[in-house]
């Protein structure tokens, strides 16, 4: 009776990386899609390639899995499904005319590489503080595969829409510029919150399923839209992370609690902040003072 239990677990603990191969097996096809002038079954594949990677970290750590073959495997898988394949989807389906495109793809890819050293070299630094676990330090690569793979979206949606075969959504400047800027902020030091640490208040939380099933019904019927309000609200999120980050590092008494702690502490420091300028202007000072 002990043994089948035993294969059992052996198996589920099997899982995790099983996820991970699949991940890879995703990446890899969609190459196979583009090569054959169909993108959106590649940029599906990729997607597919990003919900796996989302969920083997967390299959594993559910089922005690993790081990360190599973860590290496799932950061090989990082590289080829969000830097080798949107490199070559993109490549192929929008820049194997201009002998630029060839550079700038190259160019993302090798920053996903240095990304993904980066940040594996960090997770063994017992140097950092507390809260840089909250953060990602520059773009993490499946953003980046989201923005290469918007590129794909921008076009096929004008094609929709009727416009011209040519303008700028697809020639060579605008492509050039975009996949040189994400490569670059993927390799930054600008730090990025970490999808985890995003709370959403109890009282919003009726709000924030009417979003989810906007999101479903939008991934259905603009899906190529819906690409581009994911990247630029992950844009729009910088500045915050950075604020962040930076009021975390001004105030090293809250380091030892927990992150709800932190984000509590900051929310009221903001609240407080209109307060004070609002003293400051009329020459008032705080009671005490």
Same mark, same amino acid.
């Given at each position: 009776?002990?043994?089948?239990?035993?294969?059992?677990?052996?198996?589920?603990?099997?899982?995790?990386?099983?996820?991970?191969?699949?991940?890879?097996?995703?990446?890899?096809?969609?190459?196979?899609?583009?090569?054959?002038?169909?993108?959106?079954?590649?940029?599906?594949?990729?997607?597919?390639?990003?919900?796996?990677?989302?969920?083997?970290?967390? *299959?594993?750590?559910?089922? %005690?899995?993790?081990?360190?073959?599973?860590?290496?495997? %799932?950061?090989?898988?990082?590289?080829?499904?969000?830097?080798?394949?949107?490199?070559?989807?993109?490549?192929?389906?929008?820049?194997?005319?201009?002998?630029?495109?060839?550079?700038?793809?190259?160019?993302?890819?090798?920053?996903?590489?240095? #990304?993904?050293?980066?940040?594996?070299?960090?997770?063994?630094?017992?140097?950092?503080?507390?809260?840089?676990?909250?953060?990602?330090?520059?773009?993490?690569?499946?953003?980046?595969?989201?923005?290469?793979?918007?590129?794909?979206? !921008?076009?096929?949606?004008?094609?929709?829409?009727?416009?011209?075969?040519?303008?700028?959504?697809?020639?060579?400047?605008?492509?050039?510029?975009?996949?040189?800027?994400?490569?670059? !902020?993927?390799?930054?030091?600008?730090?990025?919150?970490?999808?985890?640490?995003?709370?959403?208040?109890?009282?919003?939380?009726?709000?924030?399923?009417?979003?989810?099933?906007?999101?479903?019904?939008?991934?259905? *019927?603009?899906?190529?839209?819906?690409?581009?309000?994911?990247?630029?609200?992950?844009?729009?999120?910088?500045?915050?992370?950075?604020?962040?980050?930076?009021?975390?590092?001004?105030?090293?008494?809250?380091?030892?609690?927990?992150?709800?702690?932190?984000?509590?502490?900051?929310?009221?420091? #903001?609240?407080?902040?209109?307060?004070?300028?609002?003293?400051?202007?009329?020459?008032?000072?705080?009671?005490?003072?």
């Amino acid at each position: 009776m002990i043994k089948p239990r035993v294969r059992r677990t052996e198996a589920l603990h099997l899982l995790p990386s099983a996820m991970t191969v699949l991940s890879i097996c995703a990446g890899l096809t969609s190459i196979k899609f583009a090569l054959d002038q169909k993108p959106i079954p590649a940029m599906a594949l990729i997607a597919v390639a990003a919900i796996l990677d989302a969920l083997d970290g967390r *299959v594993a750590r559910i089922l %005690d899995a993790q081990s360190r073959m599973g860590a290496e495997i %799932d950061s090989l898988a990082d590289a080829v499904n969000f830097g080798v394949a949107p490199a070559l989807v993109v490549y192929v389906t929008l820049l194997d005319k201009w002998p630029v495109g060839w550079a700038v793809v190259l160019l993302y890819a090798v920053c996903v590489v240095l #990304r993904l050293a980066r940040y594996n070299a960090q997770q063994d630094d017992g140097t950092l503080p507390p809260y840089a676990k909250e953060f990602f330090v520059g773009m993490p690569a499946p953003a980046g595969a989201v923005s290469m793979i918007g590129t794909i979206g !921008l076009t096929l949606q004008a094609e929709e829409l009727g416009w011209s075969h040519h303008g700028w959504w697809n020639s060579i400047w605008f492509l050039a510029i975009w996949i040189t800027g994400t490569s670059l !902020l993927m390799v930054s030091a600008i730090p990025m919150k970490k999808v985890h640490t995003f709370a959403v208040p109890p009282n919003l939380a009726v709000l924030l399923l009417a979003v989810v099933a906007l999101v479903a019904a939008a991934a259905v *019927v603009v899906p190529y839209i819906l690409i581009w309000v994911i990247i630029i609200a992950y844009v729009c999120h910088i500045p915050f992370a950075v604020r962040s980050k930076r009021w975390l590092a001004q105030h090293p008494e809250v380091w030892d609690d927990k992150p709800k702690q932190w984000r509590a502490a900051q929310r009221a420091t #903001r609240r407080a902040q209109p307060n004070r300028r609002s003293m400051a202007r009329l020459g008032l000072r705080k009671p005490g003072r």
